[in-house]
């Protein structure tokens, strides 16, 4: 079975770091682009950053670019997301997902259940 | 950017009914980036549809997609208490944008 599970979520102080891993299990990381999508409480959905399945090409949303860093270890197989900078705003459920693109349709169609960043003081 | 707007914020129907959803852009968008997701309190998303029309593998053919350019439509047909949630579009093409969703009760 597919599996995404990501940890490393918790308390951290406005201008603070935090590391944010997802494990895959199921299927291979290295034959899929990953991304992140956040979710602050109560709101929609955000997307946050992806990296190509051999982590040459990434690219990361506005509202995190030169703070966040995706990055990946396909031997472990295992997805990472860089936090620094950390603001109130980016309080939020943080999803890592797998890309998926066939015949030039794309989706992301497997979620892991996501870990809680809270940045308070 | 490309905004997507979904409409209505909030859809109130009884089991057995159908529900349309519906999620326009601010430009046109190819028919191959048009996702759906299903996200019921607590979980994660779901992908319901793919490529604006496609069923993503073991999804009820009472979920379909439909649309093209900038005017996109989800159709739950025969709804069940189960369907309840938040349902969200999605334009797949960086920066991956989401529409701010639409919540379906059903009574």
């Known amino acids: 079975q597919e599996q995404l599970v990501e940890s490393g979520g918790g308390v951290v102080q406005p201008g603070g770091s935090l590391t944010l891993s997802c494990v895959a299990s199921?299927?291979?990381?290295?034959?899929?682009?990953m991304c992140w999508v956040r979710q602050a409480p109560g709101k929609g959905l955000e997307w946050v950053a992806t990296?190509?399945?051999?982590?040459?090409?990434?690219d990361h949303a506005d509202s995190v670019r030169g703070r966040f860093a995706i990055s990946r270890d396909n031997s472990k197989n295992t997805l990472y997301l860089q936090l620094n900078s950390l603001r109130r705003e980016d309080t939020a459920l943080y999803y890592c997902?797998?890309?998926?693109?066939?015949?030039?349709?794309?989706?992301?169609?497997?979620w892991g259940k996501g870990t809680t960043v809270t940045v308070s003081s | 950017e490309i905004v997507l707007t979904q409409s209505p914020g909030t859809l109130s129907l009884s089991p057995g009914e159908r529900a349309t959803l519906s999620c326009r852009a601010s430009?046109?968008?190819?028919?191959?980036?048009l996702g759906w997701y299903q996200q019921k309190p607590g979980q994660a998303p779901r992908l319901l549809i793919y490529?604006?029309?496609r069923r993503a593998t073991g999804i009820p053919d009472r979920f379909s997609g439909s649309g093209s350019g900038t005017d996109f439509t989800l159709t739950i047909s025969r709804l069940e208490p189960e369907d309840s949630a938040m349902y969200y579009c999605?334009?797949?093409?960086?920066?991956?944008?989401f529409g701010q969703g639409t919540k379906l009760e059903i009574k």
């Open positions: 997902a797998r890309h998926y693109w066939q015949s030039g349709e794309g989706r992301m169609d497997v």
């Open positions: 199921g299927f291979m990381l290295g034959s899929f682009a």
């Open positions: 990296n190509s399945h051999d982590a040459t090409s990434e």
């Open positions: 430009q046109s968008v190819g028919s191959s980036q």
């Open positions: 490529a604006a029309f």
């Open positions: 999605q334009r797949y093409g960086r920066p991956y944008t």
